[in-house]
């Protein structure tokens, strides 16, 4: 991870040395209670891709790209107020894990009361999406 990245912790963790009892059924005044809208995404902070502007998937959904596609689908979960639709007419090259982010971004999504659709995927890749048995978990 670069110098100029953090990460967002969720949740009401204790701070180092504070001494509060992690057991405890009530926080301490003061520290973080968990938002009933955790969406469970992260969103790191000052990435060179954190300015991307529309909500557009990148051209590669693989393994190997996956760490950025969770970083640009946290920053669509943080900008949204509401339903969440994204432009993936971009999308050139997409694998089991790439399918598994973005099924498992809209099903975390729906948990809070937030719609997620896919556009344009182009056919060859819509074809792909079938074939994996993805269609019905992508599908708005």
């Known amino acids: 991870m670069a ?36 969406d ?3 969103v790191l902070l000052g990435s060179e891709d954190s300015e991307s502007g529309g909500k557009s998937l990148p051209s590669e959904l693989v393994i190997a790209s996956a760490g950025s ?3 640009v689908l946290a920053e669509f979960a943080a900008a949204a ?3 969440i639709s994204i432009d993936a007419s971009a999308v050139e ?15 975390s999504q729906q948990k809070t009361g ?5 556009q344009g995927f182009p056919d060859d890749i819509d074809t792909v999406i079938r074939r994996a048995g993805f269609a019905s978990l992508l599908a708005a």
């Open 40 to 42: 469970g995404f992260v």
């Open 93 to 107: 090259q997409v694998d089991s894990a790439g399918l598994q982010l973005l099924a498992l971004f809209r099903q």
């Open 114 to 118: 937030r719609e997620v659709s896919y």
């Open 81 to 83: 107020d509401g339903d």
């Open 3 to 38: 110098d100029e990245e953090f990460i967002i912790l969720l949740g009401d963790e204790p701070e180092q040395g504070s001494g509060a009892d992690v057991n405890s059924p009530e926080p301490e005044q003061g520290t973080a209670t968990p938002n009933t809208e955790d």
């Open 69 to 71: 596609l969770y970083q």
